[in-house]
Each structure stands twice: as structure tokens, then as C-alpha cells.
């Protein structure tokens, strides 16, 4: 029996207390999981600001390609108003196409102020706002030039601003 107890103190103190406690190491690594889903999140919302650039430039290029015509068969209208060669439907037609274009301009600068200010008020945007800033100011000189009936100077206007947003599209790929 003390034999028994004997060995029983013997391997007490012969095995490392460790080894009789915890067999589960605990360890304090730094969790990247929140490195990552901020990564995640900064990627998305330049995704995000990249489409909304590239929604933009389509619709500034389509409007650009029908003002064209549009600026075309004014130009006409405002040739035979000129000359009183022109019906009262037809002087009442080309101020309508006048103001439709007028109108399309400023809500393209409406939408180009707006996505000005979210890239400005958004920290992963921000470093693009630089690019884009000045877009807006190009679109509300366009306005301007329509609102004086010089809608070619207009559409050449718009297409210096496709320009600019097609700059900030490469900088954010």
C-alpha cells in the first residue's frame, strides 16, 4: 500500500502540472476576418460607384448620339422659322424638342452633382472623386450653352464630361 502511494506522489510531481490541466491550448491570433470583410466591403462599394459611372456614360453617349439629329432638324426648324416659311405646328414643335433637351441636360447635371457628392461623402469613393470632380460643372456649362440655343456647343460640352467619367471608369478598374 505505501508502494502504492509512493508512486502515486512520484508521478504527481514527475508529470508537468500542464499536462493534468487544460488539454486545449487557447492562443490570441489576430482575427483577419475583419480585414477581409472590410476589404469585401471597400471592393463592393468601388464596384458600385464604378457602375453607377459607367450607367452614366451610357446614357450621356446615347443622348449625345440622338442630339446629333435632334440638333439637326432644329437647326432646320429654326431655318424656316427664320424665313417664315414655317407652320404654327412646326414653330410650336421645335420649342417643345428645344425644351426636351434642354430638360435631358439638366438632369444629366443633376445626376452628375449627385454622384459627385456620394463620391465625396464616401471614404472608400473618395480617392475618385479627384478624377470626377468637374463633371457636373461640364454638364451645367452644357446646360448653359442650350439654354442660349447652342446645342451643338452643348453636345461637344457633354462629350468632354463622358470623357472625364470615362477617365475615372479606368482609374477604378
Do not use: C, H, W
Request: avoid cysteine; aromatic fraction near 6%; glycine fraction near 6%.
Amino acid at each position: 500500500m505505501k508502494f502504492i502511494a509512493v508512486a502515486v506522489l512520484t508521478i504527481t510531481f514527475v508529470i508537468p502540472s500542464s499536462a493534468l490541466g487544460q488539454t486545449r491550448r487557447r492562443s490570441t491570433k489576430p482575427s483577419t476576418s475583419s480585414t477581409a470583410a472590410a476589404a469585401q466591403r471597400a471592393a463592393q462599394v468601388r464596384t458600385t460607384g464604378a457602375t453607377r459611372v459607367a450607367e452614366q456614360i451610357k446614357l450621356l453617349t446615347r443622348f449625345t448620339y440622338l442630339l446629333g439629329s435632334i440638333n439637326s432638324g432644329i437647326a432646320a426648324a429654326d431655318e424656316d422659322i427664320r424665313r417664315n416659311k414655317a407652320t404654327p405646328e412646326q414653330v410650336q414643335t421645335n420649342q417643345q424638342s428645344k425644351a426636351r433637351v434642354r430638360s435631358s441636360i439638366q438632369t444629366f447635371r443633376e445626376g452628375l452633382d449627385k454622384l459627385e457628392i456620394d463620391f465625396r461623402a464616401t471614404p472608400e469613393l473618395q480617392p475618385y472623386y479627384i478624377k470626377l470632380a468637374g463633371s457636373a460643372a461640364g454638364a451645367a456649362t452644357a446646360e448653359e450653352q442650350a439654354a442660349g440655343n447652342q446645342f451643338d456647343a452643348a453636345g461637344r460640352t457633354l462629350l468632354n464630361v463622358i470623357n472625364r467619367l470615362t477617365d475615372v471608369l479606368l482609374v477604378m478598374r
